[in-house]
């Protein structure tokens, strides 16, 4: 397939105008079968067979199919052209629009003698396509955006407000819809009846196109006109106005559009077109929509939108509308109407029993996945059975959750009392896996991502393995799974390459920093017996003894010292240790925090000795002391700036609270 850039000269002859459709389709067809494109242009909704073996990613290759198809058609196009495709993300779709729009006319040239369309002996006589060429100038006019003309042809034929142009069966309407000719737009709704606006070109009404472009005011002017249409989907996508313009995020239309819209149409019976509103609405944060929805038809929280998912699970998909930080007013907002959206679902659970629970049970696992606490902690309050509910592999929410690395919502177990907590910490899944034969997996890579460095990442699953030890039965620790390996086992099995990795990573960093530690060691040790100004020849004494500065240049010259010998010999400890897996947890982060705090202040002491033996020796010359003693801070903000993190996160890690909050208050 092509990659290269193209331009529409090398493609096709001329770009696509009003008289050379069939030439340009013909170039532009070949020209796309031989970049292998023509299968975007043909299919609409999935890639075919041998394109899903070719590609390990099929969705990701045919988009870019189809994404380089588009190019390609819309760089061929005119401008006249162009703009009737400028918004489309279908391949498909822009050819169908092309052909709607211009196949009739390269049928119909303008200099074509009457009497060949409109004799019957002509094999290929269409009497659609004869009709309309009477009303061909004034959707030249329409197009053009030239209401003058297109009204004196009116004047003419009076139905031609109403036509239809032969095999795409769009209206005048239609097309100054597309290319958004607002004042046309109002003067043939006026001129239009109500069943005129229902007419639907490859599936799409003309109410459906403003919408899906945002332009509220062609939105309000057909709306005006007829109720009817707004209830009226797409045929490709079954999307009604109020759907494509949420989609789009032309959210003035949308509020327009909903409160307009009669509410029996958004009711479950209708159709999925509520709760895909109410799924739209959620995933952007727009939950005032959302709310007021949900609060007039509570049904609505489990029925599935056009693409198969309901608010719950919408809900569920969002992690960030949960901030746990509310650091601005308006997330504080989003945070309480989405609480308060949550407790009215909890609601309506209560009330649900048999397979209307399957739905709620997938929402659970969805956001354990997502590490929604408080999705979790609210639908347990308001049935605690749930608690018992597990996935395909028979894995309940607190496995899963372990199995996720969700801390926030494992620590929820801690909400149990303890005889329930210890029967759920007991349960195995389909493979035999235990609670604690999960903690021994390998975290999700997306969770480790997130903790800088190997070492740091082994110690963290140490960490969770501890934990879940702790809420274990002894029993437990022993039980074998269906290959016969212990928790322990389970752990060694899937890290033995991650201890490697953290072996690698603590022995590279401790080298460098031996290195640099040995190094301030020499400088220092020398710099104690040549002092700046030298020593009295008589006595052996440094001159400036009696200086304070001289004081400093000493007192940071021994901090300097001592401290990059114990971190040396810190790292000397990381370098020669066994690096066993449970020194992981502890030991090796100890020496790498002491080796790294040791090693700053041995740095940073050194710039102090450096700065005043420099004042001593110079301190009258001040016009170039201070940019020098300025210039001494910059190692010590490298240092900052590169380690300190690393420093900060390994200590919190270490010796801070912990991951795991057991203090929390239990369900009642």
Same mark, same amino acid.
């Given at each position: 397939m092509?990659?290269?850039?193209?331009?529409a000269g090398?493609?096709?002859?001329?770009v696509?105008?009003n008289?050379?459709?069939?030439?340009w389709?013909?170039?532009?067809?070949?020209?796309?079968?031989?970049?292998?494109l023509?299968?975007?242009?043909?299919?609409?909704?999935?890639?075919?067979?041998d394109?899903?073996?070719?590609?390990?990613?099929?969705?990701?290759?045919?988009r870019?199919?189809?994404?380089m198809?588009?190019?390609?058609i819309?760089?061929?196009?005119?401008?006249?052209?162009?703009?009737?495709?400028?918004?489309?993300n279908?391949?498909?779709?822009?050819?169908?629009?092309?052909?709607?729009n211009f196949?009739?006319?390269?049928?119909?040239?303008?200099d074509?003698p009457?009497?060949?369309?409109t004799?019957s002996?002509?094999?290929?006589?269409?009497?659609?396509?004869?009709?309309?060429r009477?009303y061909?100038?004034?959707?030249?006019?329409?197009?053009?955006?030239?209401w003058?003309?297109a009204?004196e042809?009116?004047?003419?034929h009076?139905n031609?407000?109403?036509?239809?142009i032969?095999?795409s069966n769009?209206?005048?309407?239609?097309i100054?819809t597309?290319l958004?000719?607002e004042?046309?737009?109002?003067e043939?709704?006026?001129?239009?009846l109500?069943?005129?606006?229902?007419?639907?070109?490859?599936?799409?009404t003309a109410?459906?196109?403003?919408a899906?472009?945002g332009?509220i005011k062609?939105?309000?002017?057909m709306?005006?006109?007829?109720k009817?249409i707004?209830?009226i989907a797409?045929?490709?996508?079954n999307?009604?106005?109020?759907?494509?313009?949420?989609?789009?995020?032309?959210?003035d239309?949308?509020?327009?559009?909903?409160?307009?819209?009669?509410?029996?149409?958004?009711?479950?019976?209708?159709?999925?077109?509520?709760?895909?509103?109410?799924?739209?609405s959620?995933?952007?944060?727009?939950?005032?929509?959302a709310?007021e929805?949900?609060?007039r038809?509570?049904?609505?929280?489990l029925?599935k939108?056009?693409?198969?998912?309901?608010?719950?699970?919408a809900?569920?998909f969002?992690?960030?509308?949960?901030?746990?930080?509310?650091?601005?007013r308006e997330?504080?907002?989003?945070?309480?109407?989405?609480?308060?959206?949550?407790?009215?679902?909890c609601?309506?659970?209560?009330?649900?029993d048999?397979?209307?629970?399957?739905?709620?049970?997938?929402?659970?696992?969805?956001a354990?996945?997502r590490?929604?606490?408080?999705?979790?902690?609210?639908i347990?309050?308001?049935?605690?059975n749930?608690?018992?509910?597990?996935?395909r592999m028979?894995?309940n929410?607190?496995q899963?959750a372990?199995?996720?690395r969700?801390e926030?919502?494992?620590t929820?177990?801690?909400?149990?009392?303890k005889?329930?907590?210890?029967?759920?910490?007991?349960?195995?899944?389909?493979?035999?896996?235990?609670?604690?034969?999960v903690?021994?997996?390998?975290?999700?890579l997306a969770?480790?991502?997130?903790?800088?460095g190997?070492a740091?990442?082994?110690? @963290?699953?140490?960490?969770w393995?501890k934990?879940?030890?702790?809420?274990?039965?002894? @029993?437990? @620790?022993?039980a074998?799974?269906?290959?016969?390996l212990?928790?322990r086992?389970v752990?060694?099995k899937?890290?033995?390459e991650?201890?490697?990795?953290?072996?690698?990573?603590?022995k590279?960093?401790a080298?460098?920093?031996?290195?640099v530690?040995?190094?301030i060691?020499?400088?220092?040790?020398a710099?104690?017996?040549t002092?700046?100004?030298g020593?009295?020849e008589?006595?052996?004494?440094?001159i400036?003894?009696?200086?304070?500065?001289?004081?400093?240049?000493?007192?940071?010259d021994?901090?300097?010292?001592?401290?990059?010998?114990?971190?040396v010999?810190?790292?000397?400890?990381?370098?020669?240790?066994?690096?066993a897996?449970?020194?992981f947890?502890?030991?090796?982060?100890?020496?790498?925090?002491?080796?790294?705090?040791?090693?700053?202040?041995?740095?940073?002491?050194?710039?102090?000795?450096?700065s005043?033996?420099?004042?001593?020796?110079?301190?009258?010359?001040?016009?170039?002391?201070?940019?020098?003693?300025?210039l001494?801070?910059?190692?010590?903000?490298?240092?900052?700036?590169m380690?300190?993190?690393?420093?900060?996160?390994?200590?919190?890690?270490t010796?801070g609270s912990?991951?795991?909050? @057991?203090?929390v208050?239990?369900?009642?």
């Amino acid at each position: 397939m092509a990659t290269s850039a193209v331009s529409a000269g090398t493609i096709v002859v001329e770009v696509l105008n009003n008289s050379n459709y069939l030439d340009w389709s013909v170039y532009l067809r070949n020209y796309l079968l031989a970049q292998d494109l023509w299968d975007a242009v043909k299919a609409i909704d999935e890639p075919p067979e041998d394109e899903e073996k070719k590609a390990d990613d099929p969705l990701k290759a045919w988009r870019k199919k189809n994404a380089m198809a588009l190019h390609t058609i819309q760089i061929s196009c005119g401008p006249e052209a162009f703009a009737l495709i400028r918004d489309s993300n279908s391949a498909k779709f822009a050819w169908d629009a092309l052909a709607a729009n211009f196949k009739t006319q390269a049928l119909l040239p303008s200099d074509l003698p009457v009497e060949s369309a409109t004799s019957s002996n002509n094999p290929g006589y269409d009497e659609s396509v004869c009709d309309f060429r009477q009303y061909q100038p004034f959707f030249k006019a329409v197009r053009s955006g030239d209401w003058n003309k297109a009204k004196e042809l009116l004047t003419l034929h009076p139905n031609a407000a109403r036509a239809k142009i032969p095999y795409s069966n769009k209206t005048a309407l239609y097309i100054a819809t597309e290319l958004e000719h607002e004042h046309i737009v109002e003067e043939l709704v006026q001129l239009m009846l109500e069943e005129d606006l229902e007419i639907k070109s490859s599936g799409w009404t003309a109410l459906a196109v403003a919408a899906d472009r945002g332009n509220i005011k062609i939105v309000k002017c057909m709306v005006r006109k007829s109720k009817k249409i707004l209830s009226i989907a797409t045929e490709n996508n079954n999307m009604t106005p109020i759907l494509l313009a949420c989609i789009s995020e032309h959210w003035d239309v949308v509020r327009y559009l909903y409160s307009v819209t009669p509410l029996e149409d958004l009711m479950p019976d209708k159709g999925p077109y509520g709760a895909g509103l109410v799924c739209h609405s959620i995933g952007v944060k727009k939950f005032d929509i959302a709310q007021e929805l949900i609060n007039r038809c509570p049904k609505l929280v489990l029925t599935k939108d056009p693409f198969g998912i309901s608010p719950m699970h919408a809900l569920a998909f969002l992690p960030s509308i949960f901030p746990r930080i509310n650091r601005i007013r308006e997330m504080k907002l989003i945070h309480i109407q989405s609480l308060q959206i949550l407790d009215h679902m909890c609601e309506v659970m209560t009330h649900l029993d048999g397979k209307e629970m399957e739905d709620v049970h997938e929402a659970i696992f969805r956001a354990v996945e997502r590490g929604i606490f408080e999705f979790f902690d609210r639908i347990f309050q308001a049935s605690p059975n749930l608690v018992w509910s597990y996935n395909r592999m028979r894995r309940n929410a607190f496995q899963f959750a372990i199995e996720c690395r969700q801390e926030k919502v494992y620590t929820l177990i801690y909400k149990l009392d303890k005889r329930k907590r210890s029967s759920i910490a007991n349960l195995v899944d389909t493979s035999k896996n235990g609670m604690l034969h999960v903690a021994g997996m390998l975290s999700p890579l997306a969770k480790l991502d997130n903790i800088s460095g190997a070492a740091l990442q082994m110690q @963290r699953e140490l960490q969770w393995f501890k934990e879940v030890e702790t809420i274990t039965f002894p @029993r437990s @620790r022993e039980a074998l799974n269906a290959e016969f390996l212990a928790p322990r086992d389970v752990f060694t099995k899937n890290h033995k390459e991650l201890v490697k990795e953290g072996e690698r990573w603590m022995k590279e960093t401790a080298t460098s920093c031996t290195f640099v530690g040995a190094l301030i060691f020499t400088i220092m040790f020398a710099s104690a017996f040549t002092v700046p100004g030298g020593n009295n020849e008589q006595t052996g004494i440094p001159i400036f003894l009696n200086k304070k500065i001289f004081m400093v240049f000493i007192v940071s010259d021994a901090i300097s010292l001592f401290s990059s010998t114990t971190s040396v010999l810190m790292f000397l400890g990381i370098l020669t240790s066994h690096y066993a897996e449970d020194d992981f947890l502890k030991s090796l982060p100890t020496k790498m925090i002491i080796g790294l705090s040791t090693l700053f202040f041995s740095i940073a002491a050194m710039m102090v000795a450096f700065s005043s033996a420099l004042f001593i020796m110079i301190h009258q010359q001040s016009w170039i002391v201070v940019p020098i003693i300025f210039l001494a801070t910059v190692p010590i903000t490298l240092f900052i700036w590169m380690q300190f993190p690393l420093l900060v996160e390994m200590f919190i890690s270490t010796y801070g609270s912990g991951t795991f909050d @057991r203090k929390v208050k239990q369900w009642t």
